[in-house]
């Protein structure tokens, strides 16, 4: 939603906006220019709006949406705005279950590097930028496009990259095939001349790709596996992979796109170094998916072979959990020790009744050191008191734990 924010005010358009809480993105919202209320209420929507774009967290009768109703005001859902902004570009989108942030940060950094000047839209902040938003003045414009709700069915592409399918937001997709189902769709809506980038050898990819009326280019013909990433992990050289195979596509200079991803300083909450605890890194990561728990794990192995491996892990929704309840055990089990948060619920009630005390028993089959603490203040007392210089603690989960991370490093 910021990052849109941003590039609606780059066009010197009038933005406000509210937030649950104000935080630094708000308040860096704020400073660039975007009215920021710091509570949501009705009285913020008046009838001078002329459009209110609403994020899929929010209720349908949350009182700024019923305002908007009753005003009779144009409404449009974050996607559905996304795509009246984007299309009209040359737009390369880039989808996929994991990978989506990182590869799109990526592409920015070689396009920018390249001297493309692209308009992004990034699902984190650059760390070079501290923005998810860049804004371009040539045809290029790079976006993040989710699947949630099969929202990215408002993107009409020129460059689709699809970097991975996995069976996620189990809350709306019934199983792996109605996912891949959505994505059929996308790549349907691939503009004629486009072409679409994936890994043809995934077996979870290649029923998306029969039938089209665009070329494939198998993104993997890319790797370079002599790439120098400040990024661990062979998930990243995957990410790279892909956004070379999109400059490649461009025909631009590959050497030049190599050095440019050597450069890639990451993004917010994606492997972030936040400092130390009692000498222990302390890392930040969004992973809220066993696929990703493995990934992170993997390259934390690779960073820090040496050390023991501590995680501590917040549950994201309650269907997500509940879904894949034995697979979150196998994944965090590959730590040495993992510490459970209570689930953040998101956009959910809890139905099933599941819980992350449960999960932490679960995870007794598969590590030996498994415990679940009420809050982040216990979390913190727990890991101040047991952390030494021979760990590594991953802070971990899409919800608020992040704060967390920020603490302990204080």
Not at 142 to 167: G, S
Request: proline share 3%; hydrophobic share 40%; glycine share 4%.
């Amino acid at each position: 939603m910021s990052s849109l924010a941003r590039h609606f005010l780059a066009e010197k358009k009038k933005v406000s906006g509210s937030d649950r809480e104000l935080n630094a993105n708000t308040k860096q919202l704020d400073k660039e220019g975007v009215q920021i209320f710091a509570e949501q209420s009705a009285k913020n929507i008046t009838k001078d709006i002329e459009l209110v774009v609403y994020t899929e967290a929010m209720s349908p009768d949350h009182e700024e949406m019923q305002a908007a109703k009753d005003l009779g005001l144009p409404m449009m859902n974050y996607f559905s705005a996304l795509g009246q902004a984007m299309n009209p570009y040359y737009l390369i989108a880039v989808a996929g279950t994991h990978g989506k942030t990182t590869t799109t940060a990526m592409m920015t950094d070689i396009f920018e590097a390249l001297e493309k000047d692209p308009t992004s839209i990034i699902g984190s902040f650059r760390s070079t930028t501290k923005s998810n938003y860049r804004a371009g003045k040539s045809k290029y414009a790079i976006v993040e496009a989710c699947e949630f709700k099969r929202d990215f069915l408002h993107l009409k592409p020129d460059v689709l990259v699809i970097t991975n399918i996995e069976h996620e937001h189990v809350d709306y997709y019934q199983d792996l095939e109605d996912v891949q189902k959505a994505f059929k769709e996308l790549v349907g809506q691939v503009n004629e001349g486009g072409v679409v980038i994936a890994n043809t050898s995934d077996a979870n990819v290649a029923p998306v790709l029969t039938d089209l009326k665009v070329p494939v280019e198998n993104y993997l013909s890319a790797l370079d596996l002599d790439l120098k990433l400040k990024q661990p992990g062979f998930h990243n050289r995957l990410n790279a992979a892909a956004a070379l195979a999109v400059a490649r596509h461009e025909k631009l200079d590959l050497e030049l796109a190599k050095t440019a991803l050597e450069n890639f300083n990451g993004t917010w909450r994606r492997f972030e170094y936040k400092g130390e605890l009692n000498g222990a890194p302390v890392i930040d990561d969004y992973a809220h998916h066993p696929t990703e728990i493995r990934s992170t794990v993997q390259a934390a192995r690779e960073l820090f072979p040496e050390r023991r491996l501590v995680i501590v892990f917040q549950p994201h929704t309650y269907t997500r959990t509940k879904s894949l309840f034995d697979e979150f055990a196998k994944a965090v089990g590959l730590a040495d020790e993992v510490i459970f948060l209570p689930i953040y619920a998101a956009r959910e009630k809890n139905a099933s009744g599941v819980t992350s005390r449960e999960l932490s028993v679960k995870a007794l089959e598969y590590s030996s050191n498994s415990s679940y603490v009420e809050n982040f203040e216990s979390a913190e007392k727990t890991l101040r008191s047991k952390i030494t210089d021979t760990d590594m603690v991953v802070v971990m989960g899409a919800g608020d734990v992040t704060n967390l991370a920020t603490s302990l490093v204080k």
